[in-house]
């Protein structure tokens, strides 16, 4: 079977994100699961640092600013950044 060209597979952002208390991997998916509902995503690359959790969460590009609103209208979650490619937002945040 061919695999899809890069075109068809979909666009998506991904976003840095801090938290304001170190949460496992299946804490964050609890906490962010009634924050974006329905949306597609997933957590990437979970960090701990003095007592707050950095991560990376990929988003699809249709649901991406209104993914950062939410996130951002939360009160444990902040946006750090975020960017077309992975690598970016690694840099940036980790």
Same mark, same amino acid.
């Given at each position: 079977?061919? #695999?899809?060209?890069?075109?068809?597979?979909?666009?998506?952002? &991904? !976003? *840095? !994100?801090?938290?304001?208390?170190?949460?496992?991997?299946?804490?964050? +998916?609890?906490?962010?699961?009634? %924050?974006?509902?329905?949306?597609? &995503?997933?957590? =990437?690359?979970? $960090?701990? #640092?003095?007592?707050?959790?950095?991560?990376?969460? #990929?988003?699809?590009?249709? $649901? =991406?600013?209104?993914? %950062?609103?939410?996130?951002?209208?939360? +009160?444990?979650? @902040? @946006?750090?950044?975020?960017? *077309?490619?992975?690598?970016?937002?690694?840099?940036?945040?980790?």
């Amino acid at each position: 079977m061919a #695999r899809l060209n890069k075109s068809a597979r979909g666009k998506h952002r &991904w !976003i *840095g !994100i801090t938290s304001d208390k170190e949460l496992s991997r299946s804490k964050l +998916n609890d906490t962010i699961s009634p %924050i974006l509902g329905r949306s597609n &995503w997933r957590i =990437y690359d979970v $960090e701990h #640092r003095q007592g707050i959790t950095i991560f990376i969460l #990929r988003v699809s590009l249709d $649901e =991406y600013q209104n993914s %950062i609103s939410k996130i951002n209208s939360s +009160n444990s979650l @902040t @946006t750090l950044t975020s960017s *077309g490619k992975i690598r970016l937002v690694r840099e940036r945040v980790l």
